[in-house]
């Protein structure tokens, strides 16, 4: 979900492990030369998520990054079986609730500007949280622990399942 700390947690995983933090919204902003929340108003939800099919697929062939992707990456199936299937997949997931307090205050976000962004924190909680539970090999509650409890908390799964492959 947006706000629930996946490139924080992820910029400080990827420095633990001693590979590169990548952002694959970031990396499509770079790629079209704009804001996504430009893009968005300009060509349109399904032309955003044709160019985020394309890097995803792109970036989970890589095995040496930590990779923190869009919010609505799950939405697409393919999205979904090539994080699951090329990749170790965490949620770290958040209530709406937390999620608005977290983003109550940033208009960078295309689908919160809106008449009431709590509400449709909610709506894509219950629409995305099935897609995040199906698609994460482990789900972390982002609530109360500090950030390094997290990471921590992240590298403690990748250990448990034999995934890291970094220091």
Do not use: W
């Amino acid at each position: 979900m947006p706000g629930s700390g996946k490139s924080t947690i992820g910029r400080q995983l990827a420095r633990r492990l001693g590979v590169r933090f990548v952002d694959s919204d970031q990396m499509i902003e770079q790629q079209i030369g704009c804001p996504i929340r430009d893009f968005f108003e300009r060509e349109g939800e399904a032309a955003f998520r044709d160019r985020e099919e394309s890097s995803i697929d792109e970036l989970t062939l890589r095995d040496d990054i930590v990779l923190a992707t869009g919010g609505g990456a799950v939405l697409r199936e393919k999205n979904r079986l090539n994080l699951r299937d090329r990749t170790t997949v965490v949620y770290l997931r958040a209530t709406p609730e937390a999620l608005f307090r977290r983003l109550r205050h940033d208009t960078s976000r295309p689908l919160l500007q809106v008449a009431d962004p709590l509400a449709r924190l909610r709506d894509l909680y219950s629409q995305r949280d099935p897609l995040y539970r199906q698609t994460a090999h482990f789900t972390l509650e982002t609530g109360r622990p500090s950030v390094a409890t997290l990471v921590n908390m992240v590298e403690m799964q990748l250990d448990l399942a034999g995934t890291r492959t970094k220091a």
